[in-house]
């Protein structure tokens, strides 16, 4: 069955980086576009990071520059660099396949504050 396992989160500065991780099972990982996600409290979850199969990748403009999507197939892997952290990166992190999503992980949560 499909599964999603993150991990990496925790609490940080403003400021500060985390590097996140998600192993993937149950799907053709190598052929499939995967995504990182997050919901903040009292907000729905959205997209913020998609890496194709072919590498390339698509960012959120909220993240652009800071947030850095990455894959090792042979791993069943995907990263999620985060770098310059704001308050408001604060969230559940997820991570699932953008256009054939499967059940929910349960999440990697991130806390920036001082």
């Known amino acids: 069955q499909v599964q999603f396992v993150e991990s990496g989160g925790g609490l940080v500065q403003p400021g500060g980086s985390l590097s996140l991780s998600c192993a993937a099972s149950g799907i053709i990982f190598s052929g499939t576009a995967m995504g990182w996600y997050r919901q903040a409290p009292g907000k729905q979850r959205e997209l913020v990071a998609t890496i194709f199969s072919g590498g390339s990748t698509n960012y959120a403009d909220s993240v652009k520059g800071r947030f850095t999507i990455s894959r090792d197939n042979a791993k069943n892997t995907v990263w999620l660099q985060m770098n310059s952290l704001k308050p408001e990166d604060t969230a559940v992190y997820y991570c699932?396949?953008?256009?054939?999503?499967?059940?929910w992980g349960q999440g990697t949560r991130v806390t920036v504050s001082s």
């Open positions: 699932n396949a953008p256009f054939s999503r499967g059940p």
